[in-house]
């Protein structure tokens, strides 16, 4: 046991020096958000919205934590893997004597971490520079809320790096289905302003329920409800990981190569 604790506590270490050492994913996971958060609670942080009458920089800090966690978690590891994948440089990787396992528990845990940290990056920012504060009491749910969000986006980017077949397609792919999902799941627009089919449509999706999650553990509450979605996704997303995932090329696999 403490020998493969001490693996993944390698790979960790090696995927963390990866990700600070790509500048285009230190950008997008760690200052776009708080870039984000100063334009959106900066601009609209004194007005009211909702039903409830919250403080817009009330509403965008848990808004945009959530997209920090799904930009962390999801959109960084599915172009990631993506292009590792039809590099070569997972089956490279794969036949080395470290284990499976090992590679994809390190790379599940950095980009967990990785997403907690930005949360708290974000909550501290929300805290000093707009008056959103934290209650002591709502720390846990809002680190559980945010540790199970991350760890059900990496294994939906696992699965849905399955349906890429190329390197150049992953980060559009990937802004073409987030993009849209930011726009109807309570990231940047109330829900209670969107057409009822919209709201429907969005409940279906896991960002949503992330961003739901979100503004209810940081007001006190427990989102038992939103985090039983994420699970029946990470749940449906590990199906569909473990029949397709690659290490090899997807045209090495069409023309008959071994995962």
Same mark, same amino acid.
């Given at each position: 046991?403490?020998?493969?604790? =001490? *693996?993944?506590?390698?790979?960790?270490?090696?995927? !963390?020096? &990866?990700?600070?050492?790509?500048?285009? &994913?230190?950008?997008?996971? !760690?200052?776009?958000?708080? +870039?984000?958060?100063? %334009?959106?609670?900066?601009?609209?942080?004194?007005? +009211?919205?909702?039903?409830d009458?919250? =403080?817009?920089?009330?509403?965008?800090?848990?808004? #945009?934590?959530?997209?920090?966690?799904?930009?962390?978690?999801?959109a960084?590891?599915?172009?990631s893997?993506?292009?590792?994948?039809?590099?070569?440089?997972?089956?490279r990787?794969?036949?080395?004597?470290?284990?499976?396992? /090992? !590679?994809?528990?390190?790379?599940?845990?950095?980009?967990?971490?990785?997403? @907690?940290?930005i949360?708290?990056v *974000?909550?501290?920012?929300?805290?000093? &520079?707009?008056?959103?504060? @934290?209650?002591?009491?709502?720390?846990?749910?809002? /680190?559980?809320?945010?540790? /199970?969000?991350?760890?059900?986006?990496? #294994?939906l980017?696992?699965?849905?790096s399955?349906l #890429?077949?190329?390197?150049?397609a992953?980060?559009? $792919?990937?802004?073409a289905? $987030?993009?849209?999902?930011y *726009? #109807?799941?309570?990231?940047?627009?109330?829900?209670?302003?969107?057409?009822?089919?919209?709201?429907?449509?969005?409940?279906?999706?896991?960002v949503?329920? %992330?961003?739901?999650?979100?503004? *209810?553990?940081?007001?006190?509450? @427990?989102?038992?409800?939103? %985090?039983?979605? !994420?699970?029946?996704?990470?749940? &449906?997303?590990?199906v %569909?990981?473990?029949?397709?995932? =690659?290490?090899?090329p997807?045209?090495?696999?069409?023309?008959?190569?071994?995962?």
């Open positions: 046991m403490t020998s493969r604790i =001490r *693996l993944v506590a390698h790979q960790v270490r090696f995927d !963390l020096r &990866a990700f600070f050492a790509n500048q285009q &994913a230190r950008f997008f996971t !760690l200052v776009l958000p708080v +870039m984000l958060l100063v %334009l959106f609670a900066g601009v609209f942080g004194d007005r +009211m919205v909702g039903p009458h919250v =403080r817009s920089a009330t509403y965008y800090v848990p808004g #945009i934590a959530a997209l920090a966690v799904v930009t962390a978690a999801f960084n590891l599915v172009i893997v993506t292009t590792q994948r039809e590099t070569g440089i997972l089956k990787r794969r036949a080395t004597p470290v284990p499976a396992w /090992v !590679l994809i528990a390190g790379r599940t845990l950095t980009a967990t971490a990785v997403a @907690v940290a949360v708290a *974000l909550l501290t920012i929300g805290g000093f &520079a707009y008056g959103v504060d @934290v209650p002591p009491s709502a720390v846990p749910a809002v /680190v559980l809320t945010a540790v /199970v969000g991350a760890a059900t986006f990496c #294994i980017a696992y699965a849905f399955t #890429i077949g190329s390197a150049d992953a980060q559009p $792919l990937v802004q289905v $987030l993009l849209p999902l *726009l #109807i799941s309570g990231i940047f627009v109330l829900n209670t302003d969107l057409p009822a089919g919209l709201q429907h449509v969005a409940r279906f999706f896991p949503q329920h %992330l961003a739901a999650g979100m503004h *209810l553990a940081m007001a006190g509450g @427990v989102p038992c409800a939103d %985090l039983g979605v !994420l699970a029946l996704w990470a749940a &449906a997303g590990s %569909l990981a473990l029949r397709r995932f =690659r290490w090899t997807m045209a090495t696999a069409r023309e008959g190569g071994t995962a």
